[in-house]
Protein backbone atom coordinates (compact mmCIF):
# COMPACT_ATOMS: atom_id res chain seq x y z
CA UNK A 1 0.00 0.00 0.00
CA UNK A 2 1.66 3.35 -0.94
CA UNK A 3 1.55 5.92 1.61
CA UNK A 4 2.43 9.79 1.54
CA UNK A 5 2.71 12.34 4.10
CA UNK A 6 3.27 15.66 3.93
CA UNK A 7 5.81 17.82 6.08
CA UNK A 8 6.92 21.23 6.67
CA UNK A 9 5.57 24.81 8.38
CA UNK A 10 2.00 25.44 8.94
CA UNK A 11 2.93 29.15 9.19
CA UNK A 12 5.16 31.29 6.36
CA UNK A 13 5.36 35.05 6.83
CA UNK A 14 4.96 37.30 3.51
CA UNK A 15 7.55 37.45 0.98
CA UNK A 16 9.50 34.35 2.35
CA UNK A 17 9.55 30.80 0.58
CA UNK A 18 7.27 27.96 1.38
CA UNK A 19 8.81 24.32 1.67
CA UNK A 20 7.07 21.50 1.77
CA UNK A 21 8.13 17.37 2.01
CA UNK A 22 6.39 14.50 0.91
CA UNK A 23 7.58 11.08 2.43
CA UNK A 24 6.52 8.15 0.01
CA UNK A 25 6.40 4.59 1.30
CA UNK A 26 5.10 1.62 -0.11
CA UNK A 27 6.73 2.55 -3.51
CA UNK A 28 9.54 3.83 -5.02
CA UNK A 29 9.27 7.38 -6.86
CA UNK A 30 12.14 6.20 -9.43
CA UNK A 31 10.13 3.14 -11.00
CA UNK A 32 6.96 2.48 -12.48
CA UNK A 33 6.17 5.62 -14.75
CA UNK A 34 4.56 7.43 -11.79
CA UNK A 35 4.02 11.48 -11.76
CA UNK A 36 4.71 12.95 -8.06
CA UNK A 37 2.53 15.41 -7.81
CA UNK A 38 1.35 18.75 -5.46
CA UNK A 39 -2.12 20.38 -5.39
CA UNK A 40 -3.66 22.76 -3.18
CA UNK A 41 -6.70 23.96 -2.46
CA UNK A 42 -7.32 27.30 -0.90
CA UNK A 43 -10.52 28.48 0.99
CA UNK A 44 -13.61 28.94 -1.00
CA UNK A 45 -11.34 27.29 -3.97
CA UNK A 46 -10.87 24.48 -6.26
CA UNK A 47 -8.30 21.75 -6.37
CA UNK A 48 -5.04 23.51 -8.30
CA UNK A 49 -2.58 21.95 -9.71
CA UNK A 50 1.09 22.67 -9.02
CA UNK A 51 3.37 20.93 -10.60
CA UNK A 52 5.18 17.18 -10.65
CA UNK A 53 7.91 15.66 -10.60
CA UNK A 54 7.89 12.29 -12.69
CA UNK A 55 9.90 8.76 -12.04
CA UNK A 56 12.78 10.02 -14.48
CA UNK A 57 13.14 13.50 -12.76
CA UNK A 58 11.70 15.64 -15.06
CA UNK A 59 9.51 18.45 -14.06
CA UNK A 60 6.41 20.45 -15.37
CA UNK A 61 4.99 23.15 -13.62
CA UNK A 62 1.86 25.02 -13.63
CA UNK A 63 1.87 28.17 -16.04
CA UNK A 64 0.46 30.25 -13.30
CA UNK A 65 3.38 29.41 -10.98
CA UNK A 66 6.19 28.46 -12.64
CA UNK A 67 8.34 31.27 -12.22
CA UNK A 68 7.74 31.08 -8.18
CA UNK A 69 7.86 27.04 -7.55
CA UNK A 70 10.61 24.45 -7.70
CA UNK A 71 9.91 20.73 -7.65
CA UNK A 72 12.94 18.53 -6.29
CA UNK A 73 13.21 14.77 -5.12
CA UNK A 74 15.95 13.10 -3.01
CA UNK A 75 15.88 9.32 -4.21
CA UNK A 76 17.62 8.08 -1.14
CA UNK A 77 15.13 9.58 1.23
CA UNK A 78 11.90 8.61 -0.96
CA UNK A 79 10.82 12.34 -0.68
CA UNK A 80 10.12 14.81 -3.74
CA UNK A 81 9.40 18.50 -1.77
CA UNK A 82 7.85 21.57 -3.13
CA UNK A 83 9.32 25.11 -2.77
CA UNK A 84 6.80 28.18 -3.46
CA UNK A 85 8.95 31.44 -3.21
CA UNK A 86 7.64 35.48 -2.68
CA UNK A 87 4.64 34.24 -0.80
CA UNK A 88 1.40 36.51 0.09
CA UNK A 89 -1.72 35.77 1.50
CA UNK A 90 -3.39 34.14 -1.74
CA UNK A 91 -0.82 31.16 -0.99
CA UNK A 92 -2.68 30.01 2.26
CA UNK A 93 -4.26 26.18 1.34
CA UNK A 94 -4.25 22.82 2.08
CA UNK A 95 -1.15 21.47 0.52
CA UNK A 96 -1.60 17.85 -0.79
CA UNK A 97 1.10 15.52 -2.25
CA UNK A 98 -0.18 13.11 -4.49
CA UNK A 99 0.60 10.16 -6.81
CA UNK A 100 -0.17 10.46 -10.52
CA UNK A 101 -0.92 7.50 -13.00
CA UNK A 102 -2.00 7.25 -16.24
CA UNK A 103 -4.03 10.80 -16.09
CA UNK A 104 -5.65 10.15 -12.93
CA UNK A 105 -4.37 10.46 -9.27
CA UNK A 106 -4.47 7.50 -7.43
CA UNK A 107 -2.90 7.96 -4.07
CA UNK A 108 -2.89 11.21 -1.81
CA UNK A 109 -1.79 12.45 1.61
CA UNK A 110 -3.80 13.67 4.06
CA UNK A 111 -3.13 17.38 3.21
CA UNK A 112 -1.27 19.79 5.36
CA UNK A 113 -2.49 23.26 5.89
CA UNK A 114 -0.02 26.54 5.56
CA UNK A 115 -0.69 29.64 6.21
CA UNK A 116 0.91 32.64 4.89
CA UNK A 117 0.77 35.22 7.73
CA UNK A 118 2.57 37.68 9.02
Known amino acids: QVQLQESGPGLVKPSQTLSLTCTVSGGSITTGYYAWTWIRQSPGKGLEWMGRINYDGSTYYSPSLRSRTAISRDTSKNQFSLQLSSVTPEDTAVYYC??????????WGQGTQVTVSS
Open 98 to 107: VRGFNYSWDY
